[in-house]
């Protein structure tokens, strides 16, 4: 209740209203339990519930069974963990009347004035306009979780191609039709968006950061992040005021 209670009302029901004009895209708040505080219209509708009261409270893995419910569960505890946000994750989640459906999740720490995590922020925006999700393998969505999870320096386009099972040519095209970018351009924002991540949310070197980003060394990620953000590591996080 505390959690709850530093996260203002007024606010996250504005939020809330906002979010309801949006029908392709599932906007939620959670405390520092993984419980929901706000939700849109969306996001209740899609789990077969009439009101927003029957899932406040609530966890995913309360309101959707399997791994629909289990996987952002999980999700929502590494980052209430770490305080290290989750951007443009592709996964499947499941809609009613009975149908999956492919999203692209983003998930942000909420933090108080003391850094404390103290709950989660996103959204899960529909893949439906560019790609008929069914012509998208499950297989794609575990390549890219294999690489997002550890970012391993080997991974390239055609590493992609083949974790997924794919031939090179689809994979690229799928790539480019979810995302709009090349899987070399996925596979470098990736791998900048998580160091940025770490910059600002952790006390890591930025050696340790190259390392966890899968850079080979820190020169190299040094290059290619001011390459891709105008900084150097050191003076993005000075720009921050964290450094």
């Keep these: 209740m505390k959690t709850t209670r530093q996260l203002s009302s007024v606010p996250l029901l504005a939020l809330e209203q906002l979010f309801d004009q949006v029908p392709d895209i599932a906007f ?25 009261s029957e899932v406040r409270g609530k966890r995913p893995s309360d309101i959707c069974s399997g791994d629909f419910g289990r996987i952002p569960s999980d999700q929502d505890k590494l980052i209430l963990r770490s305080g290290i946000s989750i951007i443009d994750h592709l996964e499947m989640q499941w809609e009613m009347p009975g149908r999956p459906v492919w999203c692209l999740t983003t998930k942000i720490p909420l933090k108080d004035d003391a850094g404390n995590t103290i709950g989660i922020v996103g959204f899960s925006k529909d893949v439906r306009s560019a790609v008929d999700p069914s012509t998208v393998p499950s297989s794609f969505a575990r390549a890219l979780e294999a690489f997002e999870q550890d970012l391993p320096p080997e991974a390239s386009p055609s590493w992609l191609a083949k974790v997924a099972k794919m031939p090179t040519h689809r994979f690229s095209k799928t790539m480019k039709l979810i995302f709009g970018l090349t899987p070399t351009q996925y596979v470098a924002k990736s791998r900048i968006g998580k160091a940025s991540s770490l910059l600002l949310q952790t006390n890591m070197t930025i050696s340790e950061i190259a390392q966890n980003c899968g850079y080979f060394d820190h020169s190299a990620f040094s290059r290619a992040f001011k390459k891709a953000t105008g900084f150097t590591p050191i003076s993005f996080r000075r720009q921050m005021g964290l450094a």
């Design 28 to 52: 939620f708040v959670k405390d520092a339990d993984g419980n929901y505080i706000a939700i849109n219209q969306s996001l209740i509708a899609r789990h077969g519930f009439s009101n927003k």
